[in-house]
């Protein structure tokens, strides 16, 4: 698993060893203290420090006796992303397409004896479209250096299973968040800066653009969305991992203020407005569901409970 330090990688590394896999964290080189984010015996969980963009190091990692790769390795937060947008590019499109051909090459080495590639995309990807819930047959037109450099990846990765038959999966995962996920993030920011704002008593809390509408899952919904691809998705097809269920931002805003305490006034403030804000992301997820039996099992209020304890913890 690549990017088996992050948010989504850190609870996956465990999920997976519960479920009978024998996973292999590769990291970031200079990723800390990272035995501790997987909450096992270090014994169980072998960890590979690793450069995505250096090839002859990925396609040392990758070897036949590999079942999968997870790849989970990118620049995640958009707001990275749009402050260097060629290191995203660099990362999520030229990453991806290194992690393809390392496949590749093994297919063409090893008699066809070759990992499945399970990419975990964005909804990024769709860009502006109308208020109804994405398909995976809806065009891409994303408007966002985020979305453009992992649709970047998605060509990537297709261009290699046309090519060399190496076996894909696409998951295009709409937003989701839970407990340690980083303030870099809407959900985190927002209950961090409204459990300021009741700290001092301030009566305002700056926000973005909370007029967008978002779906918004538990992040232990999505990994076992992942780990169910892995046992039965299809190689070539896309699966979006969404539930489908739409919140505005403003909504949220006012539910983290119930569960925080503090009855904050949102105050809407030009550096945190988004230039290209998708104002309607919400997934049609009945293709996994069909392919998998997938279905999301925490609510909304469960998920932003988490979030808020995790940050009082």
Same mark, same amino acid.
């Given at each position: ?15 997976l060893?519960?479920?009978g896999?024998?996973?292999i ?25 690793l ?60 008699a ?24 995976e ?37 709409? /937003?989701?968040?839970?407990?340690? @996920? *980083?303030? $870099?993030? =809407? +959900?985190? #920011?927002? &209950? ?46 896309v ?16 539910m ?39 279905? /999301?099992?925490?609510?909304?209020? @469960? *998920?932003? $409970?988490? =979030? +808020?304890? #995790?940050? &009082?913890?």
């Open positions: 698993m690549t990017g088996a330090d992050g948010f989504v990688g850190s609870r996956l590394v465990p999920a060893a519960a479920g896999h024998r996973p964290a590769a990291v970031h080189p200079t990723a800390v203290d990272v035995e501790n984010k997987f909450h096992l015996a270090s014994d169980r969980v072998p960890v590979v420090r450069e995505i963009v250096d090839s002859g190091a990925v396609r040392a990692a990758i070897t036949p006796e590999l079942d999968a790769v997870i790849h989970l390795a990118a620049v995640a937060s958009g707001a990275d992303a749009r402050k260097d947008p060629g290191a995203a590019w660099r990362v999520n499109a030229e990453g991806t397409a290194i992690v393809a051909d390392a496949i590749a090459r093994l297919r063409g080495d090893h066809g004896a070759a990992p499945l590639l399970l990419l975990v995309s964005t909804a990024e990807v769709y860009g502006v479209g109308p208020s109804t819930p994405r398909k047959t809806d065009p891409t037109a994303p408007c966002s250096p985020y979305g453009a450099s992992k649709l970047g990846a998605e060509i990537a990765a297709l261009e290699a299973h046309r090519r060399a038959g190496i076996r894909l999966i696409i998951a295009r995962s709409f /937003p989701h968040t839970g407990p340690r @996920q *980083t303030e $870099r993030y =809407v +959900v985190p #920011a927002l &209950a961090a800066r409204i459990r300021a704002a009741k700290r001092v008593g301030a009566p305002a809390v700056r926000v973005g653009n909370l007029d967008v509408t978002r779906e918004l899952m538990h992040v232990d919904d999505v990994i076992e969305a992942y780990a169910l691809l892995l046992e039965r998705g299809v190689s070539g097809e699966y979006n991992v969404a539930s489908g269920q739409a919140v505005s931002l403003g909504e949220v805003f006012s983290l203020c119930d569960l925080i305490g503090h009855r904050a006034i949102p105050e809407v403030h030009p550096s945190l407005m988004r230039a290209g804000d998708i104002p309607y992301l919400v997934g049609d997820g009945s293709k996994l569901r069909a392919a998998t039996g997938w279905e /999301p099992r925490r609510t909304l209020e @469960q *998920t932003l $409970r988490e =979030v +808020v304890n #995790a940050q &009082a913890d």
